[in-house]
């Protein structure tokens, strides 16, 4: 089976900390997504990397950055965080469109 | 305008009978579709996809079924379950390395 963990489940931080979101897939997919999902506003992409080293915006880019050093690992930062980025996380590895989701991290900033 | 969090439209259903949860798409030329299922707190789960040159798939207990016509997708589950209780939402690929659209959701909810 596909597996992707995301490196916590629960995350509070304080206004103005760097955060990281780490997350890896077991199996050399080269696609990798991070999503953040809102009560009535669904999905939305952060970024996403189709290669080690590669990254590209997606629709809700402001305020977030992404490192793929390696290609089982794609991490989400924010630079400083603020309270509007409290939200679900969720990263996903995709191949050939089937996206396999990691269990998400719930951060809030305080 | 839109109000910040809407609640997902929902779908209540007895326990043993047959839910159908709908999906509209967006773009003529997605050619493949696939339906998640969301437990609280957990991340979305794969439960079945489709490509375009298909009208129907079954897997075990759900069906998808694809109107590229009027654009519309619909996940069956047969006999539904207290642990199909979750949220429920169709994703369409629109391009061809793999980049999603996802749509809002559907909160099924099982009754004794």
């Known amino acids: 089976d596909v597996k992707v963990t995301q490196s916590s489940r629960y995350l509070v931080k304080r206004t103005g900390e760097k955060v990281f979101l780490e997350c890896v897939q077991d199996m050399d997919h080269e696609n990798m997504f991070w999503y953040r999902q809102d009560p009535g506003l669904g999905l939305r992409l952060i970024y996403f990397?189709?290669?080690?080293?590669?990254?590209e915006k997606g629709d809700i880019p402001e305020g977030y950055s992404v490192s793929r050093e390696k290609k089982e690992r794609f991490s989400l930062i924010l630079e400083s965080a603020s309270t509007n980025q409290t939200s679900m996380y969720l990263c996903a590895s995709n191949f050939k469109g089937l996206a396999f989701f990691g269990q998400g991290t719930r951060l809030t900033v305080v | 305008g839109e109000s910040v969090g809407l609640h997902l439209p929902t779908l209540s259903v007895q326990e043993g009978d047959n839910s159908i949860i709908n999906c509209a798409y967006s773009n003529s030329a997605s050619d493949y579709f696939i339906w998640y299922k969301q437990e609280s707190g957990k991340g979305p789960q794969f439960i079945i996809d489709i490509r375009s040159n298909m009208d129907k798939r079954q897997g075990q207990r759900v069906t998808v079924l694809l109107n590229k016509t009027v654009k519309h997708l619909s996940l069956q589950i047969a006999a539904t379950q207290p642990g199909d209780s979750a949220v429920y939402f169709c994703a369409e690929n629109m391009e061809s390395w793999g980049k999603l659209q996802f749509g809002a959701g559907t909160q099924v909810v099982v009754t004794p």
């Open positions: 990397s189709y290669d080690v080293k590669m990254k």
